[in-house]
Nanobody, 126 residues
């Protein structure tokens, strides 16, 4: 029904930039709230940024002013532009899709919640 796939990770030096992509496939009638999380070994998965179906954006304090979340030309594609990267940004980055409250009630279960991708690795060297 719903599949999420991230791409765009890699290795960069501190101060560099990367752009992550997240592609979502599923029912075309679904409206999704999209978000990015990151996780390092031995620690929990931390919220990074989110964009609602209405394109309202939210950022964690740790990335505010450096990262930008946006929707692509393709309706079910979102991006995370990461600038001024720091070694502390090194992590596995995950994309998540959740049925928006604006989705028709009878479709929300089919659209689903907590639809996670498999992650893309970002490594920042000092």
């Amino acid at each position: 029904q719903v599949q999420v796939m991230e791409s765009g990770g890699g290795s960069v030096q501190a101060g560099g930039s990367l752009r992550l992509s997240c592609a979502v496939s599923g029912f075309t009638a679904c409206r999704y709230d999209m978000s990015w999380y990151r996780q390092v070994p031995g620690k929990g998965r931390d919220f990074i940024s989110a964009i609602s179906a209405e394109t309202v954006t939210t950022y964690a304090d740790s990335v505010k002013g450096r990262f930008t979340i946006s929707r692509g030309n393709t309706k079910n594609t979102v991006y995370l532009q990461m600038n001024s990267l720091k070694p502390d940004d090194t992590a596995m980055y995950y994309c998540k899709a959740d049925a928006s409250p604006s989705t028709e009630y009878w479709l929300r279960n089919q659209c689903g919640y907590n639809n996670w991708g498999q992650g893309t690795q970002v490594t920042v060297s000092s």
